[in-house]
């Protein structure tokens, strides 16, 4: 086991506060000769490796302490996804592959707006997190199969939380305005009239509870 990285192999840089963890973590990945690997326990440390070397993938935790007997800094309450934006930032050819126990949507797209790559799981098996790396470094995406279904969830239309089902008219209506499409659009594609149409519109819009065509569409998911 080793924080100093070989002179070959893929660059891994370990961002890990857990002592126990960090240590199983290095040693294992250090047992593959593919992979040459670094353990730091903290935000600071993390950007000064950058200084000293440059690495190909880092496996970045969330929640991390802060650096003991350096003083105070800005550094000091930097936690895993404000340590992964100020890599990206330096070197945005870096890929941020996050290891953590949390799957709450918040952090979740915090991490994925911060520059990470992929979002993996502690739980998650070795060889899952082997295939991770290898993935991440290739461009890809990884992620545990419950953080992967959060995700897709959040770009599918939500279903109606108030007042009465839309009708299937009422429906075509709906889909055709997230389309972007007029009034005037709508009828010639649905063989209506324009009064017709804004008098199906609002329908919606008592149905829905909404003012307007913006908060239809974020009621129902589909922001454009």
């Not at 949507?105 to 502690?122: H, M, T, V």
């Not at 063989?191 to 149905?207: A, N």
């Amino acid at each position: 086991m080793s924080d100093t990285p070989r002179a070959s192999g893929l660059r891994i840089l370990i961002v890990e506060d857990h002592d126990d963890f960090r240590h199983r973590l290095s040693a294992l990945l250090s047992s593959y000769p593919e992979f040459s690997v670094r353990a730091v326990s903290d935000a600071q440390s993390a950007l000064r490796a950058f200084e000293v070397g440059m690495h190909e993938v880092v496996i970045m935790d969330i929640n991390l302490q802060p650096a003991t007997g350096q003083g105070s800094s800005s550094f000091e309450s930097m936690n895993g996804i404000a340590c992964t934006r100020a890599i990206k930032q330096k070197h945005p050819e870096v890929q941020v592959l996050i290891c953590t126990v949390h799957e709450d949507e918040e952090r979740i797209f915090e991490a994925l707006k911060a520059g990470a790559s992929g979002y993996i799981l502690k739980r998650a098996p070795l060889p899952e997190l082997i295939e991770a790396i290898r993935q991440v470094h290739r461009g890809e995406s990884p992620m545990t199969g419950t953080i992967a279904r959060k995700v897709v969830s959040s770009f599918q239309a939500k279903p109606l939380q108030c007042g009465e089902k839309l009708t299937t008219q009422e429906q075509k209506v709906l889909d055709l305005l997230a389309e972007g499409l007029k009034a005037r659009e709508i009828a010639e594609k649905l063989f209506i009239s324009i009064t017709t149409v804004r008098s199906h519109v609002r329908g919606i819009y008592e149905k829905l509870q909404v003012q307007n065509r913006v908060e239809m569409l974020k009621k129902t998911g589909r922001v454009r």
